[in-house]
């Protein structure tokens, strides 16, 4: 059950190209989003489709492949766990950010 603490796996489309970050050290860095769609009825019995946005990144090797394969729209399965991270905006106010570090990823759809 230790695996299952902080895991999490999404089924969803990109919303736009990867953005990619070579660093000096020679880390390669991808991030990108990908929209999840929840479909219920409300109690007026009418069709509602929710969708979520979520903020991914993967690291090394998972960046390759997100430049490399990774476009708008195409649709993914990733896995991973949920990061936070803080920093200081340039007018000093703090800020937070909630991304899901992906340590694996599978392309899905049709091939192109």
């Known amino acids: 059950m230790y695996s299952l603490r902080n895991r999490v796996q999404l089924i969803g489309k990109l919303g736009a190209d990867p953005d990619i ?13 990908i929209a ?22 993967g690291w090394g090797k998972l960046a390759d492949i997100a430049e490399k394969f990774l476009k708008k729209g195409k649709e993914v399965a990733v896995e991973g766990k949920i990061v936070t991270r803080s920093y200081t ?16 990823i599978l392309l899905l759809g049709k091939p192109e």
């Open 21 to 33: 970050k070579n660093f000096d050290s020679g880390k390669k860095l991808a991030h990108f989003s």
């Open 89 to 104: 905006d340039k007018e000093g106010n703090k800020k937070y950010v909630t991304e899901v570090q992906i340590e694996e």
């Open 36 to 57: 999840t769609n929840e479909t219920y009825r409300n109690t007026q019995g009418e069709k509602v489709t929710e969708t979520q946005w979520h903020s991914v990144i």
